[in-house]
């Protein structure tokens, strides 16, 4: 309870520097699914990504205790804190079954907590603040289940991945996982299942029903117009010759980002599973829950690659984002490697995840050619490869690549050649120590300026936004980021209006949010407007120019 309390902590601590959604639209479709399920307004996103609800629901007690947006998004982070510090329990009981002992189970477990992406993510109002703990709960109740621990473990496994498919399609990907394991089981393990699969089986199509049924109302309410169609651009990668290149190319550059961002210990972890996959034995649960995990890396990298639009980011070409409910497993797993496999074995796995972090990087570098540095680049995408480079501004793919392959080296080198228990605590001391110097480093230089950028660029504060104001926005001459942020800083549903016909504007409108064309005078961004209404604020910035006015009487001028 200590060590769950001091991680919780440590998140709170790095989130509460900001109040409101930074990654738009994500953030800002996760929040209003969370305010429609808690009772409240519904808002319009029509065409964006659909954010499925699963998520939302253990948002949506925030807005229970408070209506305002900035106090809903720190309880968000509270949230996120109390869940993803889950991972310390959850990494401890998961270390205890591939037989470390307990004194640095504990320790590899802080060290698994802390890996970056977890505590990065915890920042925002994001499914990968949760997923990483969801998945490492799923496979441990898989495993207990397989391992004769009784059928309501296996339930309890199938609630557990059916929360995950109604909270990301990442979870889709899970729960096909899950329906394969459960058919193999029926067939070759029925007699180590307690009483067989029926029982888990049946739960887990009920609450994977549940989720799609609470998904589709959510879609119905808040994407009246229909969604992005992700969809169809899978289904149309995965039938062409350039779609499927496409595909293979990215989801490698997902697999690198991850090896990369771990200091290669993922990718170690990775080669484990791959080995203990392929073995010529008899099934055994330990083998069947690799499998699994392994297969949910290769279906999660393959089926968001092929989803993925092309955005011209290079985000596009390495993201580390949708493997990052995983990597705390793969990371585990490259511990153990180091610090319990027999040496000559752990070599020989050093040396092949080096060879396949030399390959990920030439085929991304490939397939991306000069995108990478003609692309747009966000470090918000990549805070730990921008930390291990240093460099904000570009991917540098090499230069990652050899400070990976280094790091690893020099962790091989450091347990080979120290004694088992020196070597041991070197080992983490230095995970431990990046970790925390991640951690810090990715407030001050990323989360913390693009807080205050995003804010600067879509903050209806200066309009004196009310509580009870209703906001109209001409959604067509807008940056579809201004009007969605804005969406989450009114607490109620934004009123598409057309300033051209201003008799139309519904009579409890108080405040309208227009585009502001260069070189206009902001008291010309509305020739129409009615008698008494005036430009209270405006912002020029790189996301677009708006300007608000305001309903006479409403406010002094």
């Known amino acids: 309870m200590a060590g769950w309390a001091a991680q919780a902590v440590l998140r709170v601590v790095l989130g509460f520097q900001h109040a409101r959604p930074l990654l738009i639209p994500d953030e800002s479709g996760y929040l209003l699914a969370a305010r429609l399920l808690s009772g409240g307004a519904a808002s319009d996103l029509s065409w964006r990504t659909f954010y499925q609800g699963g998520y939302a629901l253990l948002l949506a007690p925030a807005y229970w205790i408070s209506d305002d947006p900035e106090t809903v998004y720190r309880l968000v982070v509270v949230v996120n804190a109390a869940i993803g510090a889950g991972l310390v329990p959850l990494a401890y009981l998961a270390f205890r079954r591939l037989r470390v002992p307990r004194g640095r189970a504990y320790v590899l477990a802080h060290a698994t907590a802390l890996i970056p992406s977890a505590v990065y993510y915890s920042q925002f109002a994001l499914t990968d603040a949760v997923l990483p703990v969801v998945v490492l709960g799923w496979l441990l109740l898989l495993h207990t289940w397989l391992t004769g621990g009784g059928r309501w473990y296996g339930v309890a496994a199938g609630a557990t991945v059916a929360f995950a498919s109604s909270t990301h ?55 009246p117009g229909g969604v992005a169609p992700l969809g169809e651009w899978f289904t149309t990668r995965l039938s062409s010759l350039d779609g499927l290149t496409w595909t293979l190319a990215v989801s490698t550059g997902q697999i690198w980002h991850a090896v990369v961002a771990t200091f290669g210990l993922a990718g170690l972890g990775l080669v484990a599973l791959v080995a203990i996959t392929l ?13 699994a995990a392994l297969a949910a890396v290769a279906g999660i990298a393959l089926a968001t690659s092929a989803a993925l639009p092309s955005e011209g980011t290079v985000a596009n070409l390495a993201y580390g984002r949708y493997l990052a409910c995983l990597t705390p497993v793969l990371l585990m797993a490259g511990l153990v490697v180091l610090t319990r496999v027999r040496r000559a074995r752990a070599t020989r796995a050093v ?101 205050r950028i995003l804010t600067f660029a879509t903050d209806l504060a200066p309009a004196g ?15 579809w980021r201004i009007w969605v942020s804005q969406a989450y800083q009114v607490r109620t549903k934004l009123v598409p209006i057309d300033p051209d016909h201003p008799a139309w504007l519904p009579p409890d409108v108080s405040l309208v949010v227009l585009p502001w064309p260069k070189g206009m005078d902001i008291r010309r961004t509305w020739p129409a407007a009615p008698s008494g209404w005036w430009p209270i604020t405006g912002n020029r910035n790189h996301t677009g120019d708006w300007v608000a006015w305001r309903r006479p009487g409403t406010r002094d001028t």
């Not at 073995?279 to 499998?291: F, H, I, M």
């Open 279 to 291: 073995r010529r034995v008899t099934p055994t649960p330990d083998r069947l829950v690799a499998g």
């Open 351 to 451: 040396l092949a995840t080096v060879g396949l972090t030399l390959l990920a990087t030439a085929i991304v570098r490939l397939h991306a050619g000069e995108r990478l540095t003609r692309d747009f680049f966000g470090m918000f995408d990549f805070p730990e490869i921008c930390f291990i480079t240093w460099n904000w501004d570009s991917l540098s793919l090499v230069s990652a690549t050899l400070a990976a392959v280094s790091a690893l080296a020099a962790a091989t080198l450091v347990t080979t050649v120290m004694s088992r228990r020196g070597g041991f605590a070197v080992l983490v001391s230095a995970c431990v120590v990046a970790e925390l110097v991640i951690a810090g480093v990715t407030v001050s230089k990323v989360t913390a300026p693009w807080g």
């Open 465 to 479: 936004l009310r509580a009870d104001d209703r906001v109209g926005v001409h959604y067509a001459g807008l940056h």
């Open 169 to 223: 399609a990442r979870g889709l990907v899970l729960l096909a996982v899950h329906g394969c394991l459960l058919a193999f089981v029926a067939v070759r393990h029925r007699r180590t299942t307690g009483r067989g699969v029926w029982l888990p089986g049946a739960v887990t199509a009920g609450a994977a029903g549940a989720g799609w049924a609470m998904n589709a109302w959510v879609r119905e309410q808040i994407y």
